[in-house]
């Protein structure tokens, strides 16, 4: 027979166990674990049970009702714990996720436009402002729209496999832009004002040449257009571009889909037109390609060339980019080294 008082020791002692034992923990976990070993059906408490046959039967209510109280005080001794561990744990996270608003932050750069496409924008803008939409072509192109129908021959040097990518015997990457203008003219009626900008592609590298680059092509198509009107309006584009003091002035050129054809020069606008490194001495810097569309041309889509005349201008985007931002090397625009992109930032 086990004697009550001897068993109510050791109730006594598990209980200062537990306070000796707690009073040392750092977390709630361990506070869990150390609750289990007292409080599972095979913990040190549920165990006492164990004693219950060993005790006279008058005296097993007694010790039943101690092992309950011992349980019960555990038990909300543990939760409590288990309570102020928490606490104190989230105010520890709450300490290592302080955040200092008084502390500078650091400053984000913002990007900005390529420059080609600030440029490209900027063309865009100037041109709807004359009235012209914008018509985006294909970058690959079949024979006929990029050569035959612009009036280039079949023995053209252009269409040597030196300049030209080519994807098939059939198709190609187009050259230029102006194989937009023989879509626009196949589907619509004049009047016509259409700007088509886009990548070009031409099997050259150089400084100042790129297998790939952007053209805007302008096209034109009304009763009684002249090259006088084609000045005009790359009068107000150069002015605008590159400062109101610029002037134009049309050179003799070739092009097979223009006759007559002009290279378009702009005054210099780093010395004024005085001479000067930049324009070679000269004066004046060569700017673009345009002229009075081919009459063969226009036949070739459809348009009477007795009623009908039409201006065309194609500019190289990058090229004026380069005069403008006075980037002597191409590949400088197509390098994205941030040094050269952060100093060009037009809005
Ligand atoms: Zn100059």
């Not at 054809?261 to 673009?288: A, Y």
Request: charged letters at 30%.
């Amino acid at each position: 027979m086990a004697n009550l008082e001897e068993l109510r020791g050791k109730i006594a002692a598990i209980r200062e166990e537990i306070r000796k034992e707690t009073a040392n923990l750092q977390d709630s976990k361990a506070v869990y674990e150390l609750k289990k070993s007292f409080l599972d059906k095979s913990g040190r408490i549920g165990q006492l049970m164990r004693y219950m046959k060993d005790v006279d039967p008058s005296q097993r209510a007694e010790f039943g009702k101690n092992v309950n109280a011992l349980k019960d005080w555990a038990l909300e001794h543990f939760n409590s714990m288990d309570e102020e561990m928490r606490r104190r744990e989230v105010q520890a996270q709450y300490e290592r996720e302080k955040i200092d608003i008084t502390m500078p932050s650091h400053r984000r750069t913002a990007g900005n436009l390529h420059p080609v496409t600030q440029v490209r924008n900027q063309l865009i803008d100037i041109f709807s402002g004359m009235g012209f939409e914008i018509f985006e072509g294909t970058e690959v192109e079949n024979d006929y729209y990029n050569f035959t129908a612009l009036n280039t021959p079949k023995d053209h040097p252009a269409r040597d496999m030196q300049d030209t990518f080519y994807l098939s015997p059939d198709f190609v990457l187009r050259t230029q832009t102006s194989a937009a203008q023989i879509h626009v003219m196949e589907n619509e009626k004049p009047p016509i004002k259409i700007l088509s900008p886009g990548k070009v592609f031409r099997s050259d590298d150089d400084a100042t040449h790129s297998p790939m680059f952007s053209q805007m092509e302008g096209l034109v198509v009304d009763k009684g257009i002249t090259l006088g009107d084609l000045q005009g309006m790359l009068d107000v584009f150069v002015k605008k571009v590159f400062g109101d003091e610029t002037r134009t002035r049309l050179r003799p050129s070739f092009f097979p889909f223009t006759e007559p054809s002009v290279e378009v020069d702009v005054s210099c606008f780093e010395c004024g037109g005085k001479g000067c490194n930049f324009c070679k001495h000269t004066g004046w810097i060569e700017i673009l390609g345009a002229g009075i569309v081919n009459r063969k041309v226009l036949e070739n889509c459809g348009v009477d060339p007795d009623v009908y005349s039409g201006l065309a201008f194609g500019i190289g985007i990058e090229r004026v980019a380069m005069l403008k931002y006075g980037i002597n090397n191409i590949k400088q625009l197509f390098e994205s080294d941030l040094r050269v992109l952060e100093q060009i930032n037009d809005k």
